[in-house]
Structures are given as C-alpha cells and as structure tokens.
C-alpha cells in the first residue's frame, strides 16, 4: 500500500465515523425507513469485492476508483445525515433575529431577491440545477481526481466532507436557524413571490420545527435541515477546492459553485450571514486537511496489513486527465 494513500482504511474512517453518529441519532429517538438506509448500503455492499479487485489493474484503476469514490461518498452523506438530525433535537434558542440584523447590515433584503428571480425563469431554473448538484458533484469531482491520479487528493476531500459536516452539526446545535421569512412570519408572502421558498409546510423548515417540537422521529425522506452555517457553501469552497490542481477543471467548477452558493439564499432559504459561516467551516476544513491526512497515515495502530487482493493502486497507468 502506499504511504501517500490510506487506500482501503477510507473505508474503516467512514464506518467508524457513521457508527459513532449512530450513537446520538439513536438516543434522540430517531429511525430510518429501511428502504432509505438501503440507499446507502446496498450497492456498496453488493459491489466492494468486485471494485476493490478492479482497482489491482491499470485498465480499470480510474473507472473502478471513481466506482468506490462513489460509495465512500454515499457513507459520509449517511454519517452527515444522522449527526445533524440527532443535533436538531436540540432545545437551543432560534438565532433568526441575531442573523436578520446582519443580513439588514449587509444591504440584503430577501423579498428583492425573490422578487427578482421571479421575473427571471431562466436564472431561477439555473439556482435550482446548481443548488440541487451538492449530491452529485462529488461523484464527478471523483471521477476527475481518480482519471487524475490525484487519489490522495480525493481521500482529502472525503475527510473535508466529513470535518466540514461535523464543525456545521457542532454550530448547528448552538445556534438553530429557520429562514427570514419564517422568522418574520410571512411564509405567506414568500410563498406568493416564489414557490421555490423553503416553508414550515414543504421544506426542511417544517422537519427541523417538528423534531424540535418532539416529534417527526420516523425519517422515510431525511434532508439536509441545517441553516447555520450553510453547508452548502462550505460544499461549493471544497468542490472548487478538490479539483484546483487539475487546470482544465478550474473555471467550470468555480463558475458552477459560485452559481451554487448565490441559490443558496432562495432555494436553500439561507441568511446570508449562513454563507459566512459556511465560508468560515470550509476555511477551517482546508486549513487542517493535509495535517489530518498524515496523520492518519502515520498512526501505527492503523497501518493495517491488508491481503494482495486488496491492492489498491495499481502497478502502472496513464493520466487520463492532464494536471
């Protein structure tokens, strides 16, 4: 195995890391639908024995790493999943008024914003493509990294993924959010500028008041219901970040999370002041990677020794995407 990459010990992180986020999410009382865990662990299960021995050969290596990226993927959105439901149950104060008065400080005025996405229908099917490409993005910035050989770059953005997650969850269980127009009591008026606005009865909004409240502790469709900080901008920070050293990648992922991070205020119903936070938690995140990663690399008790079969580089291969 080699030194620069923890290869199959990805795997061990992220089960480790989803059974202690099991913890919280079961003492609060929450549960899955059985099909929607079955999301996540079906296909991993099904096809780790296959992709792992495809990964032995540089015909294979690329397609059958972006494969497994995918998985380990799936099991960071489920750990994220359940460490932020568990937080929701929290009983902290709501900061909406605290965040409102730095959106007012700042020059915005969500209804101007509506407002004008409304009378644009092609910026606002743009906000949404863009918003709703936080799921998939990572399986491309995958599959770029592997065709790359930038491996070590992509177990980096799996580890930000789970730190970014877990420094929001932490804020999240302090200082709860909902939106400006919940907040002021004017669902109504958003509802009737843009449907497209998170309310208490078709968004997340109406999940994070229901836990809060005690129930809603049966999940059949959990989403993200976390407002600050947004995760969704420290998400666009380290999409743009996890390809920066493949050039051709540059500008098309720094134009697309730049659109990401301006729908984040409508489609995702955030504060502005959301999008500072997220800023702040990608910051953070990126500064302590490379410490992390060695780190994790140079723990002796995890220096696995791993059957021939497990190989996870092969031997030799071509770039398929130049740097």
């Given at each position: 195995m080699s030194p620069e990459i923890l290869g199959i010990r990805m795997w061990l992180i992220l089960l480790v890391a989803c059974a202690v986020a099991a913890i919280p999410f079961l003492l609060a009382g929450f549960l899955f639908d059985i099909k929607f865990l079955m999301m996540f662990v079906q296909w991993p299960a099904i096809s780790f024995i296959p992709v792992r021995l495809l990964r032995?050969?540089?015909?294979?290596?690329?397609?059958?790493?972006?494969?497994?990226?995918?998985?380990?993927?799936?099991?960071?959105?489920?750990?994220?999943?359940?460490?932020?439901?568990?937080?929701?149950?929290g009983n902290a104060p709501l900061i909406d008024a605290g965040l409102l008065r730095i959106d007012r400080g700042l020059g915005y005025d969500w209804q101007v914003y509506a407002h004008f996405a409304?009378?644009?229908?092609?910026?606002?099917?743009?906000?949404?493509?863009?918003?709703?490409?936080n799921l998939t993005q990572p399986v491309v910035i995958g599959a770029i990294l592997f065709m790359a050989s930038q491996e070590p770059r992509f177990e980096k953005f799996i580890l930000a993924t789970i730190v970014s997650m877990a420094i929001t969850v932490c804020v999240?269980?302090?200082?709860?959010?909902?939106?400006?127009?919940?907040f002021q009591g004017q669902e109504s008026l958003a509802a009737k500028i843009l449907p497209d606005l998170p309310t208490t009865t078709n968004s997340w909004i109406g999940d994070l008041l229901h836990i809060r409240s005690g129930s809603g502790r049966h999940l059949v469709r959990p989403s993200g219901i976390i407002?600050?900080?947004?995760?969704?901008?420290?998400?666009?920070?380290?999409?743009?970040?996890?390809?920066?050293?493949?050039?051709?990648?540059?500008?098309?992922?720094?134009?697309?999370?730049a659109v990401m991070i301006a729908a984040t205020p409508l489609i995702g119903g955030h504060y502005i002041a959301d999008l500072i936070g997220g800023a702040v938690v990608a910051a953070i995140t990126i500064a302590s990677l490379d410490s992390l990663h060695r780190y994790l690399l140079g723990l002796r008790w995890f220096s696995l020794s791993?059957?021939?079969?497990?190989?996870?580089?092969a031997t030799t291969r071509k770039h398929l995407l130049p740097y």
């Amino acid at each position: 195995m080699s030194p620069e990459i923890l290869g199959i010990r990805m795997w061990l992180i992220l089960l480790v890391a989803c059974a202690v986020a099991a913890i919280p999410f079961l003492l609060a009382g929450f549960l899955f639908d059985i099909k929607f865990l079955m999301m996540f662990v079906q296909w991993p299960a099904i096809s780790f024995i296959p992709v792992r021995l495809l990964r032995r050969y540089p015909a294979t290596y690329a397609f059958a790493g972006a494969i497994e990226g995918i998985f380990l993927m799936s099991f960071a959105a489920l750990f994220g999943l359940m460490i932020c439901y568990a937080a929701a149950a929290g009983n902290a104060p709501l900061i909406d008024a605290g965040l409102l008065r730095i959106d007012r400080g700042l020059g915005y005025d969500w209804q101007v914003y509506a407002h004008f996405a409304a009378a644009h229908p092609w910026l606002l099917q743009t906000l949404r493509y863009a918003y709703g490409s936080n799921l998939t993005q990572p399986v491309v910035i995958g599959a770029i990294l592997f065709m790359a050989s930038q491996e070590p770059r992509f177990e980096k953005f799996i580890l930000a993924t789970i730190v970014s997650m877990a420094i929001t969850v932490c804020v999240f269980l302090l200082l709860p959010a909902t939106t400006a127009w919940t907040f002021q009591g004017q669902e109504s008026l958003a509802a009737k500028i843009l449907p497209d606005l998170p309310t208490t009865t078709n968004s997340w909004i109406g999940d994070l008041l229901h836990i809060r409240s005690g129930s809603g502790r049966h999940l059949v469709r959990p989403s993200g219901i976390i407002a600050f900080p947004s995760f969704h901008c420290a998400s666009a920070i380290l999409n743009i970040w996890a390809v920066w050293r493949v050039r051709m990648m540059r500008l098309p992922f720094l134009a697309f999370n730049a659109v990401m991070i301006a729908a984040t205020p409508l489609i995702g119903g955030h504060y502005i002041a959301d999008l500072i936070g997220g800023a702040v938690v990608a910051a953070i995140t990126i500064a302590s990677l490379d410490s992390l990663h060695r780190y994790l690399l140079g723990l002796r008790w995890f220096s696995l020794s791993f059957p021939a079969m497990w190989g996870t580089r092969a031997t030799t291969r071509k770039h398929l995407l130049p740097y």
